[in-house]
């Protein structure tokens, strides 16, 4: 059979990004504006979970958390077709796939990724042999076999993969698997100091807890507040909170006496039931959280909700800073406008400079919205309800995750300097 080479207008497609951010004048311009939807519970379809048996020795699995493969079969000798559908529809396109492969002998495959007719590919395969440490597929082994033309620009929406597989497990995903055994597993290593404690604030649809960290010893009433993970593909955010989130925990001066001053909330996994059925973007109510913030009708957003309305009433204190990490196709933040004063002007643009200026050739991408934008997603409601000066803070999907990383601890570290003047 024949391929598509692996041609210049996809080299160039999958560069432009880094093309832009080196680029101020080209900058990003982001997503556009959200609109109100309808965010009450809706059927949402299900996987069919299993081993399933490919013949000459080659067998595919879906019996993980995190899994999304809802079709598979054996095209030919050599070519294995995968298919992915989202949880329900209509959604943002952030086709997540996760799955296991193995044979009796060692051998070469194709595998080919295959969508709906509405759907096209996005996440450069991640391979691994131990669901922990994960490298991307080398481009040699990666071809676009077919795309699709989108607002003029040509989009891959099959891809094929050149792998080789043998007796141990080969899995490959969209991007590093976090389930939400992984994050147990690291509060588990933050509840180690003794000035991280973890309640639960409520339940996901399937009774998975939602999960609250407490990080300081003061007495709230200077408080900052954290999330992630409220779209479950969204890994690349998650590795940015989970630095920040480190050093607010650090042995470093600045954070020890951040920690007597000001007491940290993070609820590091705000989907749960997403996260560990392989969702492309909702919760198991087949629903965006991300545009729940004003109905409430979902159990995952009306937990945090009450929290930080218990909170606040109870102590009087207030929310001085909310950030909520996302990724999206390239980092940028979205601001609320600075003409808007909340319990701390300036905070977060002198967050975003303070934080530009540790790295060179790096300019930081911003796009505040207005006063009339729609109130119905995380920051909106952090901002307009408490008066914290909050922030979306996205991580593009191919973002080098040292990079990441540093980037992460690098604004926690300014945060707690700013906060602390
Ligand atoms: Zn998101």
């Known amino acids: 059979m024949k391929y598509l080479k692996y041609n210049t207008s996809f080299y160039i497609l999958i560069m432009l990004p880094f093309l832009w951010s080196c680029n101020q004048k080209t900058q990003w311009e982001g997503q556009k504006p959200v609109s109100k939807v309808n965010t009450q519970t809706v059927p ?20 993980f958390d995190g899994a999304r493969l809802n079709g598979v079969a054996r095209t030919n000798d050599t070519l294995i077709t995968v298919l992915l559908t989202p949880e329900n529809e209509p959604i943002n396109m952030s086709p997540w796939f996760a799955f296991k492969l193995w044979s009796e002998i060692e051998s070469e495959i194709f595998v080919k990724l295959t969508y709906p007719e509405n759907a096209s590919h996005r996440y450069y395969p991640k391979l691994s042999f131990d669901g922990l440490s994960w490298k991307t597929l080398d481009s040699a082994n990666y ?5 699709t033309e989108i607002e003029s620009m040509q989009i891959p929406k099959e891809i094929i993969m050149k ?16 389930t939400s055994t992984h994050v147990e597993n690291w509060i588990s290593k933050l509840l180690t100091n003794t000035y991280v404690t973890k309640t639960k604030i409520g339940e996901s649809h399937k ?6 960290l407490k990080i300081g010893e003061s007495d709230d009433q200077k408080m900052i507040f954290i999330l992630s993970r409220q779209h479950p593909p969204e890994v690349t955010g998650y590795l940015a909170m989970k630095a920040f989130v480190e050093t607010i925990c650090s042995d470093n001066e600045i954070a020890k006496n951040f920690r007597k001053k000001y007491n940290t909330y993070v609820v590091p996994l705000a989907n749960p039931d997403g996260v560990d059925n392989g969702h492309w973007r909702h919760n198991y109510g087949g629903v965006d959280l991300n545009r729940d913030w004003a109905d409430f009708n979902q159990p995952e957003t009306s937990a945090i909700r009450d929290f930080m309305k218990q909170k606040t009433a109870n102590t009087s204190g207030k ?14 933040y979205y601001t609320i406008s600075p003409e808007l004063k909340g319990n701390m002007p300036g905070l977060v643009s002198d967050m975003i400079t303070a934080t530009g200026n540790e790295f060179t050739d790096y300019e930081p991408n911003i796009k505040p919205s207005d006063d009339l934008d729609t109130r119905i997603t995380s920051t909106k409601f952090f901002f307009y309800e408490f008066g914290a000066e909050s922030l979306t803070f996205e991580i593009g999907d191919n973002t080098p995750r ?4 540093k980037k992460g601890g690098v604004s926690a570290l300014k945060l707690m300097e700013l906060l602390l003047e």
Not at 207 to 212: T, V
Not at 402 to 405: A, D, P, R, T
């Open 207 to 212: 009774g998975k807890p939602i999960n609250l």
């Open 163 to 178: 792998l080789s597989i043998n007796p141990d497990t080969l899995w490959v995903a969209a991007q590093e698997l976090i």
């Open 143 to 147: 071809q676009i076999s077919r795309t």
């Open 402 to 405: 040292e990079f990441v990383k």
């Open 44 to 63: 949402i379809q299900l996987q069919h979970k299993g081993v399933f048996d490919l013949g000459k020795g080659v067998f595919a699995s879906n019996e």
């Open 319 to 332: 929310f001085y800073f909310a950030v909520d990490f996302h990724s999206t196709w390239q980092d940028i």
